[in-house]
């Protein structure tokens, strides 16, 4: 059994910055693709980026150039680095792992993914 456990979250204002960070345990991490999801009240989930197992990124647009994903396939922990914190990025943040093992590329929707941590919240203040 997959499990994942993060950590990080928080409270920060508008312009700081946070890192998440997500352990996985029950499998070979550093076979498959991460991924980072977060759900605003009253919105869908959504992805926010990920990393392919041969770390590979994609990042959804609002993010670009923000938020950093990365991994540590020694520690079984993939990180969000989260820089000029908005708002807009206030919601529940969860990491994922890709059901597909060796992919190339970046899965983008959450029914790619088949394990899911428990979700920290992350609230920005203005």
């Known amino acids: 059994q997959v499990q994942l456990v993060e950590s990080g979250g928080g409270l920060v204002q508008a312009g700081g910055s946070l890192r998440l960070s997500c352990t996985a345990s029950?499998?070979?991490?550093?076979?498959?693709?991460m991924g980072w999801f977060r759900q605003a009240p009253g919105k869908e989930r959504e992805f926010v980026a990920g990393i392919s197992w041969t770390d590979n990124t994609y990042y959804v647009d609002s993010v670009k150039g923000r938020f950093t994903i990365s991994r540590d396939n020694a520690k079984n922990t993939v990180y969000l680095q989260m820089n000029s914190l908005k708002s807009e990025d206030t919601a529940v943040y969860y990491c994922?792992?890709?059901?597909?093992?060796?992919?190339?590329?970046?899965?983008?929707?959450?029914?790619?993914?088949?394990?899911w941590g428990q979700g920290p919240q992350v609230t920005v203040s203005s």
């Open positions: 029950g499998r070979t991490f550093s076979s498959y693709g």
């Open positions: 994922a792992t890709d059901r597909r093992r060796t992919a190339w590329d970046v899965a983008r929707t959450s029914g790619s993914y088949n394990y």
